[in-house]
Each structure stands twice: as structure tokens, then as C-alpha cells.
């Protein structure tokens, strides 16, 4: 099995490095992450300026871009070979909710998912890599049953992953949940700069809203390893026989006026 690995948090960051040595010894594995933090980035590709790509002294591959610009040129040219699965992580926080429109970590992961290929976004539930060796086993095992099942196989698909901050005889099961909710976002913070300027700063992320049984807040809750699919597609398909005949309407133009 062939595993291309990548981050938002950067090619440095302790979670994609204890990834990497919990996956070496089951497939081959490549490491392609960006070379600065890029954490909410979500899908966003580079377009107007050139992306390098340069090698670390542990042979990790970081690229001066998004994580998805990495997995974009891994598999549109920069590997000589397409993997089987493509993993991102482990995460400094939580992709749970509303976090997931946003984040680097799923966009990465997503961006392999468009490539046709298998994909896993792994995070830890809070920051500052609390227990990560655990997270890291954990992933581990859920790399190696999900190739034991033989669900890595040509067919793609796309996992959100949050694993609680827990030792790893306290991690509970894996829960397949929905992604719960969040309120709006806490105020825009103010500040000025030194020259005078009004800085804004994007305020914390609200509150959860809605963590009931079944989702992905309330699994890590009680200690599980919340598993959500993804999909792509942002059709609202239950609405559209409501749109219909607003449709209808603007495709006849507008209303003449007597």
C-alpha cells in the first residue's frame, strides 16, 4: 500500500511526524506538507504565484503553498506514481461541525478524494498534542482495518477522524456520527497597529450548538473516535422541487410592466 501524508499545520508539526512513524512500518509512505502553518485554509489552491517544492533533512517533501496545492501536485505531476490512500493529519484540534467547511486539515484530504483516491483526515479533539502518541496508534489501527476490510481499493471515499486527547486504554470505540453544529463565530477582535491602523482579527469559534447523541461533538464527548463520511457535493437536493418554479419564472424573464 502506497500513503501520501499531509498536513495544514506544516511539515514541522509534531502531529505529521507522529503520523508518518506510526505508518512507515505497514506501507510505503511519502510525506508532501506545506512549509509554513496553513491551518483554515480549507480547499483554497494556489493560482497567481509559483509553488516550490523542497526537501527536508528527513525527507519529508514541504511545498510553499495550501494543503491542498500539496496533494494537487503530488498527484498531477510531482509523484511518478498514485497512492492508494491519502491521509492528513494529525490535526492540532478539532474538525468537528461547521470547522469542517473550513479546514486545511479535510481539504487536504478532500483534494485526494477529488484525485479518485481513498481519504482520511485525522484530528486530536484539543490542541497542544496532548497524548499524541495514542492518536497516532489509533490512526494506525484505523489505516490497517481499513486495508484488512479491503476497503483501499480504486472506489474513493472521504472520513473526517477526531480522536479525544486520551490515553490509549481510554480511547473508547468507533462511532460513525454526523457532524454536529456550531453558532456563529465570537466578535471580529480590534486592535491598532503601531502605524496607527484598525487590525481585525477573526474572533474564536462559537459555541456548540449542537452536540446531541449521534454526533461528532458528542461521541469525543464520551470518549469515542467520532468517524463522519464526507461528500462533495453541495446541492441541496431536498429543496430543489421548492426552487422549481422560481426557476421557471426568472428563466421566462422579467415581468413586462402596462
Known amino acids: 500500500m502506497k500513503i501520501l501524508i499531509?498536513?495544514?499545520?506544516?511539515?514541522?508539526?509534531?502531529?505529521?511526524?507522529?503520523?508518518?512513524?506510526?505508518?512507515?512500518?505497514?506501507a510505503?509512505?511519502?510525506?508532501?506538507?506545506?512549509?509554513?502553518?496553513?491551518?483554515?485554509?480549507?480547499?483554497?489552491?494556489t493560482l497567481h504565484s509559483?509553488?516550490?517544492?523542497?526537501?527536508?533533512?528527513?525527507?519529508?517533501?514541504?511545498?510553499?503553498?495550501?494543503?491542498?496545492?500539496?496533494?494537487?501536485?503530488?498527484?498531477?505531476?510531482?509523484?511518478?506514481?498514485?497512492?492508494?490512500?491519502?491521509?492528513?493529519?494529525?490535526?492540532?484540534?478539532?474538525?468537528?461541525?461547521?470547522?469542517?467547511?473550513?479546514s486545511g486539515t479535510v481539504g487536504a484530504a478532500m483534494e485526494g478524494f477529488l484525485f479518485g483516491v481513498p481519504a482520511i483526515a485525522f484530528s486530536q479533539v484539543e490542541k497542544d498534542w496532548v497524548e499524541l502518541a495514542s492518536a497516532a496508534r489509533k490512526a494506525r489501527e484505523f489505516v490497517q482495518s481499513m486495508q484488512q476490510q479491503r476497503m483501499v481499493?480504486?472506489?474513493?471515499?472521504?472520513?473526517?477522524?477526531?480522536?479525544?486527547?486520551?490515553?490509549?486504554?481510554?480511547?473508547?470505540?468507533?462511532?460513525l456520527c454526523r457532524l454536529g453544529k456550531r453558532h456563529a463565530a465570537e466578535k471580529v477582535i480590534l486592535q491598532q497597529s503601531p502605524r496607527g491602523q484598525t487590525m481585525y482579527w477573526i474572533g474564536a469559534a462559537g459555541p456548540v450548538k449542537d452536540d446531541a447523541d449521534g454526533t461528532d461533538f458528542h461521541a469525543t464527548a464520551q470518549g469515542h473516535i467520532a468517524v463522519t463520511p464526507?461528500?462533495?457535493?453541495?446541492?441541496?437536493?431536498?429543496?430543489?422541487?421548492?426552487?422549481?418554479?422560481?426557476?421557471?419564472?426568472?428563466?421566462?424573464?422579467?415581468?413586462s410592466v402596462a
Not at 494543503?67 to 494529525?90: E, F, T
Open 50 to 102: 509559483p509553488l516550490y517544492v523542497a526537501r527536508a533533512s528527513n525527507g519529508f517533501r514541504y511545498v510553499n503553498g495550501t494543503p491542498a496545492d500539496c496533494v494537487h501536485i503530488a498527484m498531477s505531476g510531482l509523484l511518478d506514481y498514485r497512492p492508494d490512500l491519502v491521509v492528513s493529519g494529525i490535526n492540532n484540534g478539532a474538525n468537528m461541525g461547521d470547522d469542517t467547511i473550513y
Open 28 to 45: 510505503d509512505v511519502e510525506v508532501i506538507a506545506p512549509e509554513q502553518n496553513n491551518s483554515a485554509k480549507s480547499n483554497a489552491l
Open 230 to 255: 464526507l461528500k462533495v457535493d453541495l446541492t441541496d437536493h431536498d429543496s430543489l422541487s421548492y426552487w422549481a418554479q422560481t426557476a421557471s419564472r426568472l428563466s421566462a424573464g422579467p415581468a
Open 153 to 175: 481499493t480504486t472506489t474513493p471515499w472521504l472520513l473526517n477522524v477526531n480522536i479525544p486527547n486520551l490515553p490509549y486504554e481510554a480511547i473508547g470505540s468507533v462511532k
Open 6 to 26: 499531509s498536513n495544514d499545520d506544516g511539515y514541522q508539526a509534531p502531529g505529521i511526524v507522529a503520523l508518518y512513524d506510526a505508518l512507515k512500518d505497514i
